[in-house]
């Protein structure tokens, strides 16, 4: 090693590097200067250059092409400033940013090696390029970008903060796709995510005026940077001052407050025709939002990829349903405002009367019956015509869930039964789940049972949803329905307003109250006045009597739904269930066996005995064990009742045995060995056991990777989408068994299949026998384990939802977690396949035989394994993984 080398490395380990090696998990190579002459032909071709020096495109000998980056100085700033980059960038393994391959350090030369972009950066593109870029095009860049930053601040051991985030650091391929570069002034960052600078670097009109002002550096200080290449992208404007004095970013805040129809002016010509209004609408709400000056106020940049991937997929269906009123329907009507002030006055019946305006009943010319509301105010809508508004959905001849209620009782109430009652809560919180599955900020707003409209056979459909980002009355003055929270002073409603309202119309259908009536006439909230009634008591006090005499078999159902709605209503937004949890918790109500008539006195002993309902058993009854000690005391004892016992695997706790009995049948069987226990679990003469049914297809490691009797078994694309999905509604039902249930030990071993390549889930739980260090010390090697989990020793739903995601990467390319390859290199598969070009996935990442199959959708698989990556970075809940599943699903069976 030569000194000037052997100096760099003291300077790496200098700077709180707790380990650092130059054949590290990116095999970054150490080149020599003549090396580095060979690759460059002695630096032929300049393709870029900046205040560091140059770069110079290069071929290496397996004929890849290189970007040789090349430092003027080689003083010993400068030998800092290249060691720090060189230590960041090393660190980052990301799909979409540049790849390191190595560097040169002599005496007279310092230069980094990192992969070419043949597409050069977007700012060349953007304003040296003339040729058109569509609006996908802009969504796609804009969102890689995002993903990218996102991983640096929220994905990674040590955060990175970028600093330097402007198009001429975001490079491009020749497909366009982008990846960020240049981390030479970037920073690791400790656990408080605030470093505190004299001197401020970075790059005008890009840096955070915050940062400038104070010398604090957040990663909320890239988030402001990306908002001003947002602005580019969609503006394809420069930054640079106006000739009124304006840069592009002033510009935008001054026409932003004063609505849209002034920022939509500043957008590319290219792509701001009427059909992408509401789009490019979400993509300013955004900008504002990444510009604002209160930092605490800027969204995460995992957020703000989150909601450009929304607006994408918005964009993709043709269906622009982000925060809005209309992404129900398809083909909206298009009629001048005299055309239907005409019809409304000729034509119009009003069937009713709400806060916003009056809602009509109108037949076209084409015997269509639409359902209009003509609302008056102060309306933030894209076109004006007098200050008045009209909204139009399909009308529904049954009317509203309200005027079935509390109408006229000689047909309301009685028209609607248990069944047709229980079947509209479920039916609309399953709509409420559709809108919030639709991005990170998408709610309904104003969930209320005037608003929650019937078809003939009951079934329901939400209107006014997303009214609330268009109106400027308070929320709260509609009375009875909306959070605590959600008060005139502050109206944002939120996915937990949102659970909040849902809580109120259940009790509404379940008391036959109104939310209204009771806080006007009576003083008190509708929550308020079902708790303040002993539990014991609610089945003829609480209940609507209507309810009671017509099934009474369904008394204890009604109870747990009773208890579920006041969770919804819990005073504090962070104790309400989301949506999903809620959708999840009615099914299981609902499937729960029938209770024969039993009398009132009866159901109130058992629900004092039961209090908690969300935390009724949750495990799979498809694997039931039995729990005397006397079947555990024949299976160890082995009797002569019990067949030859055989051996089907060995794992981290112990073996696994098929065992056959005459009392208990074919059953597998774990004997589980050398651990230290903290519980008792199945116990006889010291030896423990956990036995489940018995499942002859064997594990889902099996079929993926073989198990030493045969090789790998074929999984074809819908077997493998089938067994996602039903692992991952196992996973539901447990963690809807309580605020802490969880499986613990997620792994493809622990996945067992039926005949029909549905999921069973076994070892559920297990992690609770053991002492939580011994637990994490036995499993961590597997490549399943969530890192916060090594970390703070505790499982948690999000490490569930972790070692779902590698699941199903796992599933997706049928390489194993503990790949040896990987392991060798640093990698565990989530960082694998984000190290992966997009445009390679199908070549290098999925599993050449799937790839090989017919009927494998290359859309599907790509969304499945972007929600695999989401499971592991950004970690939503297993109810919302469960539905987006099913959009994948759905989506294919409509092709």
């Not at 964009?315 to 009629?335: A, C, I, P, T």
């Not at 933030?380 to 008045?388: C, T």
Request: with cysteine; charged share 25%; glycine share 8%.
């Amino acid at each position: 090693m030569n000194p000037t080398h052997h100096n760099f490395i003291e300077l790496l380990n200098g700077m709180d590097q707790l380990k650092w090696t130059a054949y590290s998990s990116h095999d970054i190579k150490r080149f020599s200067k003549n090396e580095i002459e060979k690759i460059t032909g002695k630096y032929k071709t300049t393709v870029g250059q900046g205040a560091f020096g140059k770069v110079y495109a290069g071929t290496l000998e397996d004929r890849s092409m290189v970007a040789v980056k090349v430092f003027d100085h080689n003083n010993s700033k400068m030998r800092e400033c290249f060691a720090k980059e060189i230590i960041v960038h090393s660190q980052i393994n990301h799909r979409n940013v540049t790849r390191l391959i190595g560097y040169c350090l002599e005496e007279n030369a310092l230069m980094m090696v990192t992969e070419y972009m043949p597409g050069g950066n977007l700012n060349d593109i953007l304003h040296r390029d003339v040729r058109p870029i569509s609006l996908d095009t802009r969504l796609r860049i804009a969102m890689e970008c995002a993903e990218a930053l996102g991983y640096i601040h929220s994905h990674m051991y040590t955060p990175v903060i970028h600093g330097d985030i402007k198009p001429a650091n975001i490079l491009l391929n020749h497909k366009l796709n982008a990846k960020i570069s240049d981390f030479g002034i970037s920073r690791l960052v400790n656990t408080d995510n605030t470093l505190y600078t004299m001197y401020v670097m970075g790059s005008i009109g890009y840096m955070d005026p915050l940062f400038v002002r104070t010398g604090h550096l957040t990663p909320k200080s890239d988030v402001y940077s990306f908002g001003v290449v947002l602005l580019e992208i969609f503006t394809r404007k420069k930054v640079k001052t106006d000739n009124n004095g304006l840069s592009l970013v002033d510009s935008f805040i001054l026409s932003h407050s004063k609505g849209y129809r002034r920022v939509r002016k500043m957008f590319d010509a290219e792509i701001s025709d009427g059909g992408n209004t509401k789009i490019l609408e979400g993509i300013a709400k955004l900008i504002g939002e990444c510009l604002g000056m209160k930092i605490h106020k800027r969204p995460e940049m995992k957020i703000v990829a989150e909601r450009l991937q929304v607006l994408r997929r918005a964009h993709h269906q043709g269906q622009e349903r982000v925060g809005l009123f209309s992404w129900g329907r398809k083909n909206k009507l298009d009629f001048s405002a005299e055309r239907i002030k005409g019809l409304l006055e000729s034509r119009g019946q009003v069937i009713g009367q709400g806060i916003l305006g009056k809602t009509y009943k109108v037949t076209l010319d084409s015997g269509t019956v639409l359902a209009m509301k003509r609302m008056k105010g102060d309306f933030q809508l894209p076109e004006e015509d007098n200050n008045e508004w009209l909204l139009a959905y399909d009308y529904m001849p049954m009317g509203s869930l309200a005027a079935l209620l509390h109408g006229d009782k000689s047909y309301a109430g009685a028209r609607l039964d248990w069944e047709q009652r229980v079947g509209i809560a479920l039916n609309v919180a399953h709509g409420v789940a559709a809108i919030h599955s639709a991005g990170p900020a998408v709610c309904h707003g104003n969930i209320k049972s005037s608003n929650i409209l019937l078809t003939s056979d009951c079934d329901v459909r939400l209107s006014e949803h997303g009214l609330h980002t268009l109106s400027c009355i308070s929320l709260s003055s509609v009375s009875g329905y909306h959070a605590p929270e959600v008060t005139v002073i502050s109206s944002d409603v939120t996915k937990k307003s949102d659970t909040y309202s849902f809580g109120i119309l259940l009790l509404e259908l379940l008391t036959g109250k109104s939310p209204e009536h009771m806080l006007l006439k009576e003083g008190v909230d509708l929550p308020h006045g079902v708790q303040s009634v002993p539990r014991k008591e609610w089945t003829t006090k609480v209940l609507d009597a209507e309810l009671h005499k017509q099934q009474k078999s369904a008394v204890v159902e009604m109870q747990k739904l009773l208890h579920l709605a006041t969770v919804c209503c819990a005073r504090t937004a962070i104790k309400r269930p989301t949506i999903f949890e809620v959708v999840q918790q009615m099914e299981r109500i609902r499937s729960a066996p029938a209770e024969p008539s039993i009398p009132v006195k009866e159901t109130e002993r058992k629900l004092e005995q039961d209090p908690d309902v969300a935390a009724n058993e949750a495990y799979d009854a498809q694997n039931k064990v039995s729990s005397s000690q006397e079947s555990a005391g024949t299976i160890f004892s082995c009797q002569s009742t019990m067949a030859v016992p055989f051996v089907m695997g060995r794992g981290t706790f112990g073996t696994t045995w098929k065992i056959t009995t005459e009392r208990e049948g074919t059953m597998l069987t774990k004997l589980i060995e050398g651990m230290d226990f903290s519980k008792a679990a199945f116990d006889h003469n010291g030896q423990k056991a956990l036995m489940y049914s018995y499942m002859p297809m064997g594990s889902l490691s099996a079929h993926l990777h073989g198990n030493g009797a045969h090789g790998r078994l074929k999984l074809d694309w819908e077997q493998r989408t089938t067994i996602a999905l039903t692992v991952a509604h196992g996973l539901a039902a447990i963690h809807s068994a309580g605020p802490r249930a969880c499986h613990g030990n997620i792994k493809s071993s622990n996945i067992l299949l039926t005949s029909d390549y549905e999921a069973r889930l076994s070892e559920h739980g297990i992690y609770t026998l053991f002492n939580m260090s011994s637990f994490v010390d036995a499993t961590r090697v597997s490549g399943y384990l969530d890192p916060e989990v090594v970390a703070s020793t505790r499982v948690t739903r999000a490490a569930d939802v972790y070692s779902f995601g590698i699941l199903l990467i796992e599933l997706l390319t049928a390489r194993e977690p503990a790949d040896d390859a990987l392991c060798a290199k640093g990698l565990d598969l989530s960082r694998w396949a984000h190290s992966i070009a997009r445009e390679d996935w199908m070549e290098k990442v999925f599993d050449a035989e799937l790839v090989r199959q017919q009927g494998a959708p290359e859309q599907g698989m790509e969304q499945l394994l972007h929600l695999a990556m989401d499971c592991c970075d950004l970690r939503p809940t297993i109810y919302e993984v469960v539905s987006r599943i099913e959009q994948v699903r759905a989506s294919e069976s409509r092709a």
